[in-house]
């Protein structure tokens, strides 16, 4: 498929190295700005929470990420409710 | 014809491995570098924050009052907004330097522009539990020297009005991810048994793997007024 691209390109020989070398770059370009960032939560490296449903997942899973305010990784039984949080004790110093 | 199909499947195995070593770019290296950026954006994005809130809102400085109003910074009347910046976290222990933007939430955006705080879990200074998650590796690789941690290191917040300061009261605890009982208020495994302001700190273990998770604890020490300076430790 290389041999068919280069047979393709227009131009002598150093023009058509420059062709490839910009192909190279968008292609670097798609990969790291689309294709990466999405496949990116499918590795472990991000699993850094607790509570089960993480902000990636290793084992190739189940919920999409969902970035964004709903993206908490808190069940909801330990979502304490704005009125406990509201109660302030002061400070402990 | 056997000849394409050989030079095809070279080709494909060439692409492939090329596929490998821009991915393992773009981890070690691409994702530290957008983070870094994000973070820093972040940092200044919010200190401009606090300087204009200054400007506008800084009536005549009662400083006999300011310190015994310190410990009431009025929280959750409403929740912090998401995905935004809210407070700077210093740990010396991870270098002199060691300053990120601590972000509301704990999706996957929000970890890669800095240490996520759990939604729902308490305030810094607030009675309850402030947990925070960061990433071990990739994306600035902010805890990387996690288990480095130690009874005794002490940990600072800022969040524009306090400096409210932590002190870790033990070694990393190594737990697994399901284990969400060390973001309750008095988290069982942590040693603690009454009600009190403490930190969680989350991150990944091993290193590069999400089989686990280490825990960090501490407990709240100080609360100052950021009008008084930096606590000390932090600028000495």
Not at chain 2, 131 to 152: C, E, Q, Y
């Amino acid at each position: 498929m290389y041999g068919f691209l280069w047979r393709k390109l227009p131009g002598s020989a150093p023009l058509r190295a420059l062709q490839c070398l910009l192909l190279f770059l968008a292609a670097v370009f798609v990969l790291f700005q689309f294709v990466f960032p999405r496949l990116e939560p499918l590795l472990p490296f991000g699993d850094v929470t607790v509570g089960g449903n993480g902000t990636g997942s290793g084992t190739g899973s189940t919920a999409p990420p969902s970035p964004g305010p709903s993206a908490s990784t808190l069940n909801g039984a330990h979502r304490l409710p704005v009125a406990e949080l509201s109660q302030n004790h002061g400070v402990v110093v | 014809m056997g000849r394409l199909v050989a030079r095809t499947l070279v080709e494909l195995c060439i692409t492939v491995g090329a596929l490998i070593v821009l991915l393992t770019c773009y981890l070690l290296y691409w994702t530290n570098i957008a983070a870094d950026q994000a973070m820093a954006g972040e940092l200044s994005r919010l200190q401009q924050q606090w300087n204009q809130s200054r400007v506008t809102a800084a009536p005549t400085p009662a400083p006999s009052a300011s310190i015994g109003a310190a410990p009431s910074p009025t929280p959750s009347a409403f929740a912090y907004p998401p995905d935004q910046a809210f407070a700077v976290l210093s740990i010396p222990r991870f270098g002199r330097d060691w300053k990120k933007p601590i972000i509301e939430g704990t999706g996957v955006g929000d970890l890669q522009k800095g240490i996520g705080h759990y939604a729902g879990t308490a305030e810094p200074g607030q009675v309850g539990n402030f947990a925070l998650a960061g990433h071990r590796r990739t994306w600035g690789n902010p805890f990387n020297d996690f288990p480095l941690l130690r009874p005794g290191d002490r940990i600072y917040i800022d969040d524009g009005r306090f400096w409210y300061v932590y002190r870790l009261d033990r070694t990393p605890l190594r737990t697994l991810p399901t284990d969400i009982g060390v973001l309750d208020p008095v988290p069982p495994e942590s040693g603690y048994t009454q009600p009190g302001s403490y930190l969680t700190l989350t991150t990944c273990d091993p290193a590069w793997g999400h089989s686990h998770r280490l825990i960090e604890w501490g407990r709240l020490v100080s609360v100052t007024p950021v009008s008084a300076g930096e606590p000390q430790g932090l600028s000495g």
